[in-house]
């Protein structure tokens, strides 16, 4: 068994198959497990250079079990109280909470009592609609359709299935909810959560507000500590992994996946190949010609959002921090209008997430560190990175727009700021084929989620895994997405196996004459 990347995906897909038995080599080209969840240093400091937010643990917790270990054994987390700080100016400021009763309060307070008792219908409709879309969709294998979708929720529920506002847009939906703007803008921001526009995505992802109610959880060591976690896991059951390594070619062999060659020539036989890359990378022939018929690359129009992200150990003034931080855009349309035509916002929306502030703290109590502080910043921008070089002009503007919100909400940031930072084009460079999207395919309409790849592609023995593979991106969902893939695998091996009683290929590497050819 060989896996591309050692992602989330790849690394959930390798411990469940070694825990299972089988011989797994996961090949990755970095020299770091977790894909996207890396780190990143900074004058010494180690900063979370992926994700930040934490979610639907029970999804490792069933992962950790099924190999015969628990998560709590590997990694260290605490429940977050304050799920995330707001603000809009130096005067306007909300903070959510892990409690909904305190949420609700602090909406009463900010925006008036029809804005806290929309707050209270919509995480009503959030927690049915996750409730009706958990097992059904994120959970299971890729729909093929609607209707199958509908199938597997009882045909007795097309009306329910109607009511998941799949074919109203995430910002229309929201406006019959809060008739304070700004709230709207807060929980549109859910969209981004899957690179997507609020005014395109469906209305479906308000299930985020309930996942968010479901816990939100602060990890030791942020997200790159979950990923060593699960290649601490993978080894236990002997997963083997080979870091610094590149896959120049899947190879196939009647019709279906039969291994690997790496880019020094040597070949490795497999019964199953999993990739944990975008689809796109096998779709444009970046594995070679032979596995680029498996999937359909994404079109640069159907890409989701990159971004601009710095990496700062860095001195800060003024706004008081919690550990996830949202300074909003004042013209939310622009910004999304400037990404849409190729350009970074003008006036952005700013992710901010301070890393040695304890979310566990009181509220406007998250005490600042006596001196610097680890960041990390996010700018939304368009997935060009294969196509558009990002001058140090553009770059200079693009700082200065995002230092002019934070300003505009009261954070002063060190100037100079020590920081590394990563634009579309770094990001097209550690995940080629995609222009630095960082969730995959957008979602955008009713039909989004059944365009996105599943686990098995058009070749047999072939299957992806990944944020950008069925059921979608973050951290759980790439998560699930490996557990998919796994489980895809086994049902195959064993069907295969009860027809055809031999002994299969797997793990068995050789010198190759040839390397193959390259699309």
Not at 336 to 359: E, K, L, M, N
Request: with cysteine.
């Amino acid at each position: 068994m060989v896996i591309i990347g050692a992602g989330i995906g790849g690394l959930a897909s390798a411990a469940l198959l070694a825990a299972r038995g089988y011989p797994v080599t996961v090949i990755e080209k970095e020299a770091w497990a977790g894909g996207k969840a890396r780190s990143v240093r900074v004058q010494g400091s180690r900063i979370d250079g992926g994700p930040t937010v934490f979610t639907l643990r029970d999804v490792f917790d069933g992962i950790f079990r099924s190999c015969g270990a628990e998560l709590d054994s590997f990694v260290t987390m605490r429940r977050a109280q304050v799920l995330a700080r707001h603000a809009w100016d130096d005067k306007a400021t909300l903070d959510l909470h892990a409690d909904p009763a305190r949420s609700e309060e602090a909406i009463r307070e900010f925006a008036g009592t029809a804005s806290a008792e929309g707050y209270r219908k919509f995480r009503e409709e959030s927690r049915k609609i996750y409730n009706s879309l958990n097992d059904t969709m994120m959970r299971a294998p890729k729909p093929a359709t609607p209707f199958s979708l509908i199938w597997r929720m009882g045909l007795s529920n097309i009306g329910d299935f109607a009511g998941k506002h799949p074919y109203v847009s995430l910002w229309k939906a929201l406006g019959d909810f809060f008739p304070d703007q700004r709230l709207r803008q807060l929980f549109a921001r859910y969209s981004t959560y899957c690179g997507s526009s609020p005014f395109d995505a469906p209305a479906t992802l308000m299930l985020v507000a309930h996942v968010e109610a479901m816990g939100v959880w602060l990890i030791d060591g942020g997200i790159a500590a979950l990923a060593d976690a699960l290649k601490r896991l993978g080894e236990a059951n002997g997963t083997q992994y080979r870091f610094g390594q590149s896959v120049e070619q899947i190879e196939t062999a009647g019709g279906k996946a039969s291994g690997v060659v790496l880019s020094e020539g040597e070949r490795i036989a497999a019964d199953a190949v999993i990739c944990n890359a975008d689809p796109s990378a096998i779709g444009n022939g970046f594995f070679g010609a032979q596995a680029s018929k498996a999937v359909s690359a994404t079109t640069p129009a159907n890409r989701s959002l990159s971004a601009f992200v710095w990496y700062a150990n860095a001195r800060t003034s003024g706004f008081p921090l919690q550990r996830h931080n949202v300074f909003f855009s004042s013209d939310y349309i622009r910004e999304f209008r400037d990404i849409a035509s190729g350009d970074p916002p003008a006036d952005p929306t700013v992710y901010v997430c301070a890393q040695d502030r304890d979310a566990l703290a009181e509220p406007g109590r998250a005490s600042p560190p006596e001196d610097r502080e680890r960041l990390q910043i996010i700018v939304n921008a368009p997935a060009n990175g294969d196509t558009h070089t990002y001058s140090a002009e553009e770059i200079d503007r693009c700082t200065l727009a995002m230092r002019a919100s934070l300003s505009r909400c009261g954070l002063d940031l060190e100037d100079p700021l020590p920081h590394q930072l990563a634009t579309p084009n770094e990001f097209e460079r550690l995940w080629p084929s995609t222009g630095g999207a960082l969730y995959g395919r957008a979602t955008r309409g009713w039909a989004a989620s059944f365009l996105r790849q599943g686990s098995k592609t058009k070749i047999p023995g072939l299957y992806c895994a990944g944020g950008s593979t069925h059921p979608g991106a973050g951290v759980p969902m790439a998560a699930l997405s490996g557990q998919l893939a796994a489980n895809t695998v086994m049902q195959d091996l064993a069907s295969t196996r009860k027809l055809h009683p031999v002994v299969m290929a797997g793990g068995t590497s050789t010198r190759s004459a040839q390397t193959g050819d390259m699309a």
